[in-house]
């Protein structure tokens, strides 16, 4: 395949930053679309020009590193996937790609295609944990049963793999689901009740303090959750919220 | 120097408690006034750092990536064991201890494997404490599985994610203690040297790898839980950032390289689909409780399946050679994973490889899913003949249980397991071998500790599956809290390091001197080219099987890609910026170095043992015919090079392990 990139080039935080178009050939749909870049960027240092910028490591969809908006879409066309597992068989010969970084007021373009996350970071310092010792002296694991339905919901939220995908499609740059995963991983579990107040009334405060958006029920961000995580949780943590306000 | 292992006296089920009743502590008044650091925040850099600020140590930690929870730790898949016989059928330290060693090859220090069982049910308890979502049962007590090599079910997981649930465990763990101000995190920071002072392991330097600042860190003591080598293959499943480089400063500084040539091959991962492969990914192990393994018997078959004319689907049972089961009846599928690869390279080296490369086998779920349609049929009272049915109830058994590797394969394949065979083939996994460590976890430098995969403690020639994020946690959250405090002890009185002695300028200026030398060396080739270079190096002549003629070959080759290097490497743009091809040039750098020894270690070590095997060392009869054979009276050591310039030049220190509680024997899995 022959194709068309146009891909956001910033030179660091401070830099206005624009779009520039790129000419690659001889792509094979069996790339990763992070390989195709690998491609680019090695055309690049041949030339003597400086590759592209991206974040990325395990590229196999689960450290959540890579963050790529392509086509307007975060993680690009295909669903439930990370950018590193698209693989370029979305593409057709002849296409132009449209490739920008994760936007949103929270997470500031560092270089080219990489945003800094780190308030995600930040929530979870907040709150993000269960406050055991970790020298070991806890009670036996089955100690502790859990219904599995409830087992298996908290599973699903702790899937979560913190790429900011679910910001970068809202429109109003909310980081709700990202939170909400977390409380309701907790939340959901015998361990997590103890704190369960002071979790989300403190993680929540982080979120605005570094300038998230609203939640206004679009759905977006679970359209484009490489790991499907459902908007259920931001229904459970706005209950989770309301009780530990009324409490609090 | 000589090698001491600092094992404790005494029987091996009571050296722990006895080895910590005994051992100096550091109270807590005194803890507030040292300084750890600790590089990487996987499971066992994560779990260290969060469990040393909880006792109260000042911590520093620091990782490349740009969050902790991004470490490699969190691409583990299928579990995590530990001896809690949940499931009755057996199991006890013992056993996992026996196991290990066995799984290891016998070439592992029986007293680390023997703590590392001890302690391995505690991880659990720990684990779930912290609100890991293990998967459980319907009664709500936990599930387990079983993986290759033992007899036993006692790994634990979460669905194939159980590394990402672990380690966002830890990763919680530690966001405590930053919120509390105990650890000062260091994300996209880079280490590229040890500094020494007095001969003791004082602190680090680093690179901001955003601003391109070189920064100096002092502290007490220095641990490095930074993962693995396999990247000098240049393909692995390994994270793309994954590299030796800490580990190989530490080493150039003093620290003695153990057993290098110990390397995962994993018998099931995607194969390679072409030149512009950067990484390679592996199916869970855990598909070998439920998945059969086979290629065709027949030649005409398997070219009929590389033309494309015949399906796997539509081959008989009969003409099917499930070589595992055929040759190992007592394992089948799930003998350990060093024995499974060299059977899929034996069949597609005789020319049964099932694509167009000739270097795939296949993963079969087809009989597990009419297993499971039947079980579920039978629960729910429904029509056990309607074959419809029975692969609908199945099919939705496997994707609960597997789920989520299902959907990689398909992603990246771009065809349904569900429906056909997965195609598979050895990849580089996991590294055995790493920085030395006696008891404590301490390397031969003073105050500078080695944790995790980065070491090379605990699994011997080949580790068995589930068994690396039970390593990581142990060393982390409960051995080396113990061990450190020990070395601490003498340290309460020291005040803090100051960073502005001559060691720090020197290692500082070291490390400039190469970051200039990069931006300004008027190369011709990229990084990759050379990393790619030393990848087909190691694969071809260092990978799944050795001799002596590819090994001298390839330590002659790698010399000279080196000198090229050197020479020839262009690295764009400037230092003081994100700049990733220059961390990349230092990373290839020391790989280069790495690859060396690693090759000189295959050559000296004249027997097969775990994921090392020499062709000259096999058994020639009877029923154990065509298997590794290993060389106890002559290699029963752990190889601990020391640096002294080149590669070639390394001097090599023995190890000697005793095997008193357990009994050396061939490995049969028959």
């Known amino acids: 395949m022959n194709l068309t990139l146009k891909i956001w080039r910033q030179k660091n935080a401070n830099d206005k930053g624009k779009m520039v178009d790129y000419k690659i050939s001889d792509v094979s749909p069996d790339m990763s679309f992070l390989e195709m870049l690998d491609v680019l960027n090695e055309q690049l240092i041949n030339e003597g020009d400086e590759p592209v910028a991206f974040d990325h490591d395990c590229r196999e969809g689960i450290c959540g590193m890579c963050s790529l908006y392509i086509n307007g879409e975060a993680h690009g066309p295909d669903r439930g996937v990370t950018t590193c597992q698209l693989h370029m068989r979305m593409f057709k010969d002849g296409d132009t790609i449209f490739i920008e970084p994760f936007r949103a007021k929270a997470f500031p373009v560092i270089k080219d295609l990489v945003v800094d996350r780190g308030a995600f970071d930040r929530i979870q310092h907040a709150g993000g944990f269960i406050s055991v010792n970790t020298s070991g002296n806890t009670i036996d694991a089955n100690a502790i049963p859990v219904e599995k339905a409830d087992a298996d919901k908290a599973f699903e939220a702790a899937t979560c793999i913190g790429c900011g995908a679910c910001v970068a499609s809202c429109k109003n740059s909310s980081a709700m689901l990202f939170v909400g995963a977390k409380v309701s991983q907790f939340a959901l579990l015998p361990q997590g009740k103890v704190e369960a107040t002071d979790r989300v009334l403190n993680m929540v405060k982080q979120m605005d303090e570094e300038g998230f958006g609203n939640c206004t029920n679009t759905g977006a961000c679970e359209v484009e959750c490489p790991k499907g995580i459902s908007l259920e949780n931001i229904a459970r943590m706005n209950r989770e919220y309301l009780t530990a306000s009324l409490k609090g | ?670």
């Open chain 2, 1 to 670: 120097m000589a090698l001491d292992s600092k094992t404790p006296k005494g029987p091996i089920a009571d050296k722990w408690t006895n080895y910590k009743n005994k051992i100096d502590l550091v109270n807590p008044a005194n803890k507030r006034n040292i300084d750890v650091i600790v590089v990487g925040t996987g499971l066992a850099g994560g779990s260290a750092a969060a469990t040393l600020a909880e006792l109260g140590y000042n911590v520093k930690a620091f990782c490349f990536q740009d969050s902790p929870r991004r470490a490699h730790s969190i691409a583990a898949q299928g579990g995590i064991n530990a001896a809690k016989n949940y499931q009755g059928d057996g199991d006890s330290t013992y056993r996992l201890f026996y196991d290990t060693v066995k799984g290891g090859d016998y070439r592992s220090r029986e007293a680390n494997v023997y703590r590392l069982a001890e302690v391995s049910a505690n991880i659990i308890d720990q684990c779930v404490a912290q609100g890991v979502p293990f998967a459980r049962e319907y009664g709500g007590l936990l599930d387990n599985r079983s993986f290759g090599g033992v007899l036993v079910s006692r790994t634990f997981y979460a669905a194939g994610q159980t590394g990402q649930q672990l380690l966002l465990g830890a990763y919680s763990a530690m966001n405590r203690q930053i919120g509390r101000g105990k650890i000062k995190m260091y994300n996209r920071h880079e280490m590229l040297d040890v500094v020494k002072v007095d001969g003791k392991a004082r602190g680090i330097i680093t690179r901001n790898l955003i601003t391109g600042e070189i920064e100096r860190h002092s502290a007490h003591a220095v641990v490095l839980g930074t993962g693995g080598y396999g990247n000098v293959f240049f393909l692995s499943t390994n994270a793309m950032g994954s590299n030796v480089t800490a580990g190989w400063k530490a080493h150039k500084r003093g620290a003695y390289f153990a057993n290098p040539c110990y390397t995962q091959i994993h018998p099931t991962c995607i194969p390679v689909s072409g030149d512009h492969q950067s990484k390679l990914t592996l199916m869970s192990e855990s598909l070998r409780n439920d998945g059969r393994i086979w290629v065709p018997k027949n030649i005409k078959d398997v070219e009929a399946i590389r033309n494309k004319t015949l399906k796997p689907t539509q081959i008989a049972e009969g003409d099917r050679d499930y070589y595992l089961e055929r040759r190992y009846p007592a394992f089948g599928n799930l003998v350990p994973r060093d024995v499974a690869s060299r059977a899929a390279k034996e069949r597609c080296d005789a020319g049964y490889g099932v694509n167009a490369t000739g270097e795939a086998v296949y993963l079969d779920f087809a009989s597990a899913i009419t297993r499971y349609g039947k079980e579920q049929a039978t629960i729910k009272g429904l029509d056990l003949n309607d074959a419809a049915l029975i692969k609908k109830l199945g099919q939705e058994v496997v994707k609960n249980k597997y789920g989520n590797l299902f959907q990689m394969y398909e992603k990246i394949v771009d065809e349904n397991p569900y429906e056909t065979p997965m195609m598979i083939y050895p990849a580089v996994h996991y590294t055995m071998g790493g920085v030395w460590v006696d008891y404590n976890l301490m390397t031969t430098v003073p105050g500078l500790y080695c944790i995790g995969e980065a070491n090379f403690s605990d699994h011997g020639a080949n580790r068995l599956g589930a068994s690396a994020l039970m390593q990581g946690l142990a060393d982390g959250y409960f051995v080396l809290p113990y061990t450190i405090g020990d070395y601490l002890s003498d340290d309460i009185r020291t005040g803090p390091i100051s960073t502005d002695s001559k060691e720090f300028e020197e290692a500082e200026k070291e490390v400039r001197e190469k970051i200039e030398f990069f931006i300004n060396n008027e190369g011709s080739h990229s990084v990759d080219y050379f990393h790619k270079k030393l990848g087909k190096i190691m694969w071809n002549k260092v990978g799944m099987s050795r001799n002596v003629k590819g090994l001298t070959e390839a330590i002659q080759e790698i010399k000279a890609l080196r000198d090229q290097f050197w020479k020839e490497v262009k690295v764009p743009g400037s230092s003081d910026e994100l700049n990733e091809e220059l961390a990349k040039a230092g990373r290839v750098a020391d790989f280069l170095e790495l690859g060396e020894l690693f090759a000189k270690d295959a050559l000296n070590r004249e027997e097969s043992c775990g994921g090392h095997f020499r062709e000259d060392s096999v058994e020639l009869d009877g029923e154990q015919k065509g298997e590794a054979l290993r060389n106890d009276k002559d290699f029963a050591y752990v190889a601990a090079w020391e640096y002294k310039g080149e590669p070639s030049e390394a001097v090599l220190h023995k190890e000697e392990l005793e095997f008193n509680d357990i009994e050396l024997k061939q490995r049969s899995y028959k």
